[in-house]
Every structure is written in structure tokens, then in C-alpha cells.
DNA sequence: ATTTTATTGCAACTGATTTGCATTAAGAAA
DNA sequence: TTTCTTAATGCAAATCAGTTGCAATAAAAT
């Protein structure tokens, strides 16, 4: 397995995520945790999160990587589905969506992965 | 009008974009170009080429900025349309696809704009 | 030909992410 | 439970994409 002590500061990372379900980026956590951990390691533990299996990422239109828990974990879809992300223009916030999509098919083309962000307003700030 | 200028650095970038249909990082742009101009340089005039409509950009899996001409003027295609795009894991060619995507649509949720990404193999690399 | 000002080059800076290395601490073994 | 092994951490420095300030340059308007 990729990470195999729970440190710590492993426990810290796997809390936050089991009370959210939003995608968080790496700055967004460095700075939650800047009192508990170095930044160096919030990168690294993530990881390793995502290589087990336990959080997966995407990155967004700013360039920023973003992690969020497994998505089989949180809505029981298919763990292969690809699922769209989406992103609040007003408070900034980014979560997954619970959609399947699927890949076009394309003459002589592969598809294996694909990515999806939405940009917009959540409910929260649609009022 | 964004950019006014017809200079030589602008006109060496249009006739990259006018022989290749294909979305080009700045950092490719910058290492083409390192003997003709300036990165600075670079970045500058693909903004201002964004902002007069005669190219658009996406930000790729490995969260870097790239730039493609237009599609309307790629395809005939409704220029506001959105379109997805696609990138070889093989040859690391990153490319629009001429389809049209739609948003779904997500209770109290609105979606302005969105991004589509798909990772795979190329017509050419696909041998 | 002269003037105006958009454009460029350069150097320094920012912000996210990575790397090397010495230190620390899980957790397996004794 | 103490000892040992090595995964995990902290820290500092480095890297890499992208930005900024400012003086020098060159389109293109007069």
C-alpha cells in the first residue's frame, strides 16, 4: 500500500475530508493546517491519500490542484465513473457532482480520462 | 480593440496559430520563440490575442495555460459553443474537438461556462 | 520627419509545487 | 516494553509557470 502509518497528521488530513465533501486545494489545507504541519508534508500526505484510493483530484481552472474523497465513498456510484467537478464563481467553493458523463467517441481516438468543470452559481449563493 | 500593433513578435505567433490547429502552452510558445522574443513577450501578446477573439485558452490536466485559435474560425462551429479538448498521454499533443457539449442542469444551481478535458491516445499515436 | 504611446526586454518577484537531507516517530520484531 | 527499521516529517532551498515595474524601442498617426 502507498501510505502505511497513521500519523498523526495522517489522521488530521483523513478527519477534515470525512466532515466535507468539497474539493479542497492544497493552499486551502496548507493554510487550515499551517499550525499542525508543514506544507511539505499536507502535499506529500495527499499523495499518498490519493494513491490509495482514499481521496482523488482533479485540477481546476486556476491551475490548482484540488482533492476531495473518493467518490464511490461518497455517493456509492461507480468508482470508475467519471463524475463532474463543479466550482461557485461568488464563495469560491468546489465540489463534486453527483453525474455520471460519459466520453465521446472519436474515429482512431482513445479516450481514457477524461476531466469535467462547471463554473457557476451553487445553491448557496444563488440565494 | 485589444491590440492595435501588427509588430513582428505578433505577427511570428499568428502564423504559428494560422499552421497549427493544435493548443499550444506558453511555455512550448516561449521555447519556440526564445530566439525571437521574450517570455514576457509571449504571455503579453496571447493575452491580448485572447482578449481580440482570435484565440481561446483552457487550462490542461498538468494546470497549464493553453492556447488554440479560435474555434469558430477552426470549424465554422458557433463560436460560443462550447467545445471540449483532447490530449495524447503518448505525444502530449493537446487539441479542440469539434463537438458541442452541453451543461446539465443541477436544481438551484446555474452553470455560466465549463471546461472539458479528455486524456488519451491520438489518431497518430494510435499507430 | 516628428511625435505619441503601444509594445517590448529585462530583471526581479510571486505563488504553487518539488527535492534533498537530516531528524523523528510509527509499528514490527525481539 | 524496549529495540530496531524505515516510513514520515520538517526545513531550507530549488524549480517552474506566470506577473510586474520600468526604461528603451518601434508602430503608426500627425
Given amino acids: 500500500m502507498s501510505f502505511s502509518r497513521k500519523t498523526k497528521t495522517v489522521k488530521l488530513i483523513l478527519d477534515l475530508f470525512e466532515n466535507t465533501s468539497n474539493a479542497l486545494s492544497v493552499v486551502e489545507l496548507t493554510d487550515t493546517f499551517s499550525k499542525k504541519m508543514n506544507k511539505t508534508t499536507v502535499y506529500r500526505i495527499l ?11 482533479f485540477t481546476d481552472k486556476d491551475g490548482l490542484k484540488r482533492y476531495a474523497k473518493n467518490f464511490s465513498k ?45 463554473i457557476g452559481h451553487c445553491n448557496e449563493c444563488n440565494n
Same sequence: chains 1, 2.
Fill in 47 to 57: 499523495d499518498r491519500l490519493e494513491e490509495a484510493g482514499e481521496l482523488h483530484s
Fill in 74 to 118: 461518497l455517493k456509492g456510484l461507480n468508482e470508475q465513473a467519471n463524475h463532474p467537478h463543479f466550482m461557485c464563481q461568488d464563495c469560491g467553493i468546489s465540489s463534486c457532482l453527483p453525474i455520471e458523463v460519459s466520453a465521446p467517441s472519436i474515429p482512431n481516438y482513445t479516450i481514457n480520462n477524461s476531466e469535467h468543470l462547471y
